[in-house]
């Protein structure tokens, strides 16, 4: 008979490797895009962002209430209603006031200021932070050829155009106290941060100068502009807080607000280095906040130590339990090293007859001699 499956060693290595899989799938899970689609049993949605910047590595997981995600979704504002707002009327969507992005912006503000950086680094974290979401278009992703998220939605979806990342990114500069407008160059759509003597792209708008950001294309720093907008003109938008929509409240108006300031600057560009030692840039207030991000082994050693004690526990019982294939005989059948030896004779088996004719000697059982012939008595 065949051995049982579970004693093969094939099926064996396979049951351990999907547990040791099972275990360290908390820490060894990718770290790629999450989209959202509903909450979990405590009525929040879980999204992952994974970055980079200056040489660090991030890895957040952001738990956003479905309530607060539902006040800003299509049943809050009808999409007939948003999509008719022009990007001269977007500082609706920059929710500013929500006690959500506001936290956001505070850990941001956190850890940029563990890591010593300056206003110019922040902005460039931020940038980086916000790079990460996933690009799509609008009509890919709802179907309306343009259709502005807010904020919230864009971190809940993980994923939007050019809009939502702008206005992701702006309303983080804004809440961070950082000088903020809109860049439309044609067919696109970016932010301006308010800057002296950096390098790179920069408008004049107001008599101040707003460094080009572009918010969708992972690795672009402040003041680089991508090269299909390089010598085009763009028109700037300033950002009305005051007109932003606020969850649980009635806007004060349903219809968009009629374009306020607009206007076609040229652009100038810098040499590629910078200008004065010290660049500045308009910076936040830093204040203690409370983290609201969860890494496995800084925030659960125990548990981190204890799926790997499990791994290790689980490789060694394999290697030690693992037994040797026995050696078959061509009849399917267990040979052991008993069986295989030759078998010797018994010597009190057999006894020799004598004739008494000849005197020959012959087996027990012969009844005539073997020499003379003659029988034997």
């Not at 051995?3 to 908390?26: G, H, M, Q």
């Not at 890919?140 to 864009?154: I, L, N």
């Not at 000697?361 to 012969?366: E, G």
Request: charged residues 15%.
């Amino acid at each position: 008979m065949s051995r049982p499956l579970l004693n093969r060693k094939p099926v064996k290595l396979l049951i351990i490797f999907t547990l040791a899989l099972a275990v360290s799938l908390p820490i060894i899970q990718p770290f790629g895009v999450v989209i959202a689609q509903s909450p979990d049993q405590n009525q929040y949605y879980n999204t992952d962002f994974a970055w980079n910047y200056g040489g660090n590595y991030w890895n957040w997981n952001l738990s956003i209430p479905a309530t607060l995600y539902d006040a800003y979704d299509a049943t809050a504002i009808p999409d007939s209603v948003r999509v008719q707002y022009g990007l001269a009327d977007f500082g609706f969507f920059t929710t500013t006031q929500d006690s959500y992005m506001q936290s956001l912006a505070d850990k941001l503000n956190e850890t940029a200021t563990q890591l010593r950086y300056s206003t110019y680094d922040e902005a460039n974290f931020v940038l980086s932070f916000v790079q990460s979401i996933p690009y799509k278009t609008d009509n890919a992703s709802t179907g309306y050829q343009d259709y502005p998220r807010f904020p919230v939605e864009t971190l809940v979806d993980n994923i939007g155009d050019c809009k939502s990342h702008s206005i992701l990114f702006a309303t983080l500069m804004l809440i961070l106290d950082y000088g903020t407008i809109f860049i439309n160059p044609p067919d696109h759509l970016a932010v301006g941060v308010m800057g002296n003597n950096l390098q790179g792209t920069y408008w004049t708008y107001n008599n101040q100068t707003y460094y080009y950001c572009e918010t969708t294309g992972p690795g672009f720093t402040i003041g680089e502009l991508p090269q299909q907008f390089d010598v085009q003109a763009a028109n700037i938008y300033s950002i009305h807080e005051n007109e932003q929509y606020v969850p649980n409240l009635q806007a004060t108006s349903t219809e968009p607000n009629p374009i306020i300031s607009s206007n076609t600057p040229t652009q100038t560009a810098q040499p590629n280095q910078l200008t004065s030692p010290s660049p500045t840039m308009l910076g936040p207030t830093i204040q203690p906040v409370l983290p609201i991000s969860f890494n496995l082994i800084a925030d659960q050693p125990v548990l981190f130590v204890l799926i790997m004690l499990a791994i290790v526990i689980s490789i060694t019982v394999t290697v030690k339990t693992a037994n040797p294939p026995k050696l078959k005989s061509p009849l399917n059948k267990t040979v052991s090293p008993e069986s295989n030896r030759p078998k010797m004779a018994d010597a009190n088996l057999e006894s020799n007859k004598f004739c008494i004719y000849c005197g020959s000697s012959n087996k027990s059982f012969a009844l005539y001699c073997e020499k003379c012939g003659k029988k034997i008595a």
